[in-house]
């Protein structure tokens, strides 16, 4: 491990973690002259950034109930969010979408305002917030539906992450860079636990990978958290950029999360890099669950400790290992509940063995391997499940995601969109596909796409696909 000091470094500055906890103490003095309390509820949309996190730390030492919302999300539903949860303030930066009478603090006035102030306080604290039943409160996605406030308490989140950060082996003397927003799970996890273990963060702008490369090769990154996505541009780049390559000359680790991975990628970056895709398996709700990891880089590796996993039947009947069936977790570090329409937090039955949706099996070491939602379609007498047929061509070199239509004769048409930069016609795939699938899994139409389109958490949008089918 070699001496080094932790810095939190973005595009604009560079500062030590001790630098950057004084200024953060300054913003938590400015937040509580904003009447901003303990236990009050707050609203934070941003984009990440050095202020971002700044802020973020300052409302977690004042001990406010964060409402995260994605810096992306349309004017109307961050009004309806506002009102469902009662915020007291909201802050924001300039290019925040808002709705008009929302009268929110922007971040660079904090920061601004707090410039020659001197921290009343001799540490930063996440203890009061830890305390909190609410003292986070983020939306899922909204893939497959309306989006959902899902409460955690501050302790359980850190202790969560204490968990992930001992499976995965975080050290102080790693760099990390997380391509991810900050305002969801995956994101605001790396943040944290680059405080829990006081290693360094680099805030990299993630929808632009070509410049996050350059200050990770400036900052000595060491771990990068992203998408399936952004690892296949990453690839891109070095491939037609060699000189790229050395930019990650340090990195020890990259680590995967949000949305399926599929086999060929995660050979491809051994063959480039000589280092495996690490894939984790979690979710809003429940939390991290479980890690592949350097010592054991197979599929979503093991549970965490303290946490424990089953595959169970449709009966709810655990079965061994190598079946599938859908993924169930008995964890301590599930949701509080969710927020009501009134605003008032419905406490979840979240002790115990919980359903997650998920179709996966576990091997005979333990290791989690997740296949898809358990989300099944009805075709000529056979029952589907498209991210089964998904990953099965995927790992054959045929990156899809299917969306099914009704279709009265056969009870389910198939849509079949492949992601292909080259573009090759549908024609082609189709004859891949064909090859690869018995006939009742076989696409009833097949489209190309470029690039999937994306939604804020990085993963296939199956609604705007769903919009696309529709109209091919």
């Not at 000589?274 to 709700?285: H, I, Q």
């Not at 424990?308 to 964890?331: F, H, K, M, N, S």
């Given at each position: 491990?070699?001496p080094?000091?932790?810095?939190?470094?973005?595009a604009?500055?560079?500062?030590?973690?001790?630098?950057?906890?004084?200024?953060?103490?300054?913003?938590?003095?400015?937040?509580?002259?904003?009447?901003?309390?303990?236990?009050?509820?707050?609203?934070?949309?941003?984009?990440?950034?050095?202020?971002?996190?700044?802020?973020?730390?300052?409302?977690?030492?004042?001990?406010?109930?964060?409402?995260?919302?994605?810096?992306?999300?349309?004017?109307?539903?961050?009004?309806?969010?506002?009102?469902?949860?009662?915020?007291?303030?909201?802050?924001?930066?300039?290019?925040?979408?808002?709705?008009?009478d929302?009268d929110?603090?922007?971040l660079?006035?904090?920061?601004?305002?707090?410039?020659?102030?001197?921290?009343?306080?001799?540490?930063?604290?996440?203890?009061?917030?830890?305390?909190?039943?609410d003292?986070?409160?983020?939306?899922?996605?909204?893939?497959?539906?309306?989006?959902?406030?899902?409460?955690?308490?501050?302790?359980?989140?850190?202790?969560?992450?204490?968990?992930?950060?001992?499976?995965?082996?975080?050290?102080?003397?790693?760099?990390?860079?997380?391509?991810?927003?900050?305002?969801?799970?995956?994101?605001?996890?790396?943040?944290?636990?680059?405080?829990?273990?006081?290693?360094?963060?680099?805030?990299?702008?993630?929808?632009?990978?070509?410049?996050?490369?350059?200050?990770?090769?400036?900052?000595?990154?060491?771990?990068?958290?992203?998408?399936?996505?952004?690892?296949?541009?990453?690839?891109?780049?070095?491939?037609?950029?060699?000189?790229?390559?050395g930019?990650?000359?340090?990195?020890?680790?990259?680590?995967?999360g949000a949305?399926?991975?599929?086999?060929?990628?995660?050979?491809q970056?051994?063959?480039?890099?000589?280092?495996?895709?690490?894939?984790?398996?979690?979710?809003?709700?429940?939390?991290n669950?479980?890690?592949?990891?350097?010592?054991?880089?197979?599929?979503?590796?093991?549970?965490?400790?303290?946490?424990?996993?089953?595959?169970?039947?449709?009966?709810?009947?655990?079965?061994?290992?190598?079946?599938?069936?859908?993924?169930?977790?008995?964890?301590?570090?599930?949701?509080?509940?969710?927020v009501?329409?009134?605003?008032?937090?419905?406490?979840?039955?979240?002790?115990?063995?919980?359903?997650?949706?998920?179709?996966?099996?576990?091997?005979?070491?333990?290791?989690?391997?997740?296949?898809?939602?358990?989300?099944?379609?009805?075709?000529?007498?056979?029952?589907?499940?498209?991210?089964?047929?998904?990953?099965?061509?995927?790992?054959?070199?045929?990156?899809?995601?299917?969306?099914?239509?009704?279709?009265?004769?056969?009870?389910?048409?198939?849509?079949f969109?492949?992601?292909?930069?080259?573009m090759?016609?549908?024609?082609?795939?189709?004859?891949?596909?064909?090859?690869?699938?018995?006939?009742?899994?076989?696409?009833?139409?097949?489209?190309?796409?470029?690039?999937?389109?994306?939604?804020?958490?990085?993963?296939?949008?199956?609604?705007?696909?769903?919009?696309?089918?529709?109209?091919?």
């Open positions: 491990m070699r080094m000091t932790a810095k939190i470094c973005a604009d500055s560079v500062r030590t973690i001790d630098e950057f906890e004084q200024d953060a103490l300054r913003v938590a003095g400015a937040i509580r002259e904003r009447g901003v309390g303990l236990g009050d509820r707050v609203m934070l949309k941003a984009g990440n950034s050095a202020s971002y996190v700044c802020v973020l730390y300052a409302l977690m030492h004042v001990g406010a109930s964060i409402v995260l919302v994605d810096q992306q999300e349309h004017q109307e539903e961050t009004r309806r969010i506002a009102v469902r949860t009662g915020v007291k303030v909201t802050f924001v930066d300039d290019d925040t979408p808002i709705y008009p929302a929110p603090v922007h660079y006035e904090l920061m601004v305002a707090v410039a020659d102030h001197q921290p009343t306080e001799p540490a930063l604290s996440f203890d009061a917030w830890g305390d909190l039943p003292g986070l409160i983020m939306w899922t996605s909204g893939s497959t539906g309306s989006p959902k406030g899902v409460v955690k308490s501050g302790a359980s989140f850190l202790r969560n992450l204490r968990r992930n950060a001992d499976q995965v082996g975080h050290r102080s003397d790693d760099v990390l860079m997380p391509l991810l927003p900050f305002a969801h799970q995956y994101g605001l996890s790396m943040v944290l636990i680059a405080w829990l273990t006081r290693c360094s963060l680099v805030i990299a702008p993630y929808r632009r990978l070509d410049r996050a490369l350059r200050m990770g090769r400036d900052a000595g990154v060491t771990v990068i958290d992203a998408t399936p996505s952004s690892y296949r541009s990453i690839l891109s780049l070095v491939t037609r950029k060699s000189s790229l390559r930019h990650l000359a340090d990195v020890r680790m990259f680590c995967v949305a399926p991975l599929d086999a060929p990628l995660v050979e970056y051994r063959t480039e890099f000589g280092l495996p895709l690490l894939d984790s398996y979690g979710s809003t709700e429940l939390g669950i479980s890690f592949a990891t350097l010592d054991n880089p197979v599929a979503c590796g093991r549970a965490m400790e303290g946490i424990r996993l089953r595959i169970v039947d449709e009966d709810r009947r655990e079965l061994p290992a190598g079946q599938t069936g859908e993924i169930e977790v008995d964890t301590p570090d599930a949701l509080e509940g969710q009501a329409d009134d605003g008032t937090i419905v406490p979840a039955d979240a002790t115990g063995w919980q359903a997650t949706g998920d179709l996966g099996h576990l091997d005979a070491g333990g290791n989690l391997h997740v296949l898809g939602r358990k989300f099944a379609v009805h075709r000529m007498g056979y029952t589907l499940y498209p991210e089964l047929i998904e990953r099965k061509v995927a790992a054959e070199g045929c990156p899809t995601r299917i969306v099914p239509l009704p279709d009265e004769l056969r009870g389910s048409q198939l849509v969109f492949v992601e292909d930069e080259d090759r016609d549908a024609g082609h795939w189709r004859e891949r596909l064909c090859d690869l699938l018995p006939v009742y899994e076989q696409p009833n139409k097949v489209v190309v796409l470029e690039r999937f389109p994306l939604n804020r958490n990085g993963k296939a949008d199956k609604k705007a696909l769903a919009v696309l089918a529709a109209q091919v």
